[in-house]
């Protein structure tokens, strides 16, 4: 029988908890690739407690960013899917290419929208 503590230890996913961090190190799917179309390129999903974006771009790349972008936390999911990435729908919104940022807790939330030209 497993203590408290220990239970909490092997349970706890989010980002900055042991287990999370160890299942960080691996792929995890979080979709399955019909499920994004031209008609409905985005999709949300919370995978270990983290609330993302999963879209594909116009040229058929798939990208998955933390939901709310970096600058001023509006939710990506309202974003423009453009030719290489997801444009935040802010008027500041810069584009996000697939490749920008890969989901994690320490490199989705460092990535700063960028403009594309
Ligand atoms: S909130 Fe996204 S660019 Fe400002």
Not at 58 to 72: F, K, S, T, V
Not at 85 to 103: D, E, F, I, K, Y
Request: proline letters at 6%; glycine letters at 10%; charged letters at 20%.
């Amino acid at each position: 029988m497993l203590t408290k503590a220990e239970n909490e230890r092997l349970t706890r996913v989010g980002p900055g908890t042991p287990g999370g961090e160890l299942l960080r190190r691996y792929w995890q799917p979080v979709a399955i690739a019909s499920e994004l179309s031209a008609e409905k390129p985005k999709q949300r999903v919370t995978v270990l407690g983290e609330e993302l974006v999963i879209f594909r771009d116009q040229q058929g790349n798939y990208g998955c960013l933390a939901e709310h972008c970096a600058h001023r936390g509006a939710s990506l999911y309202y974003g423009f899917v453009e030719d290489c990435g997801l444009r935040c729908a802010t008027t500041a919104g810069g584009t996000l290419p697939p490749t920008a940022s890969a989901w994690s807790s320490r490199s989705s939330r460092a990535a700063a929208p960028t403009r594309i030209a």
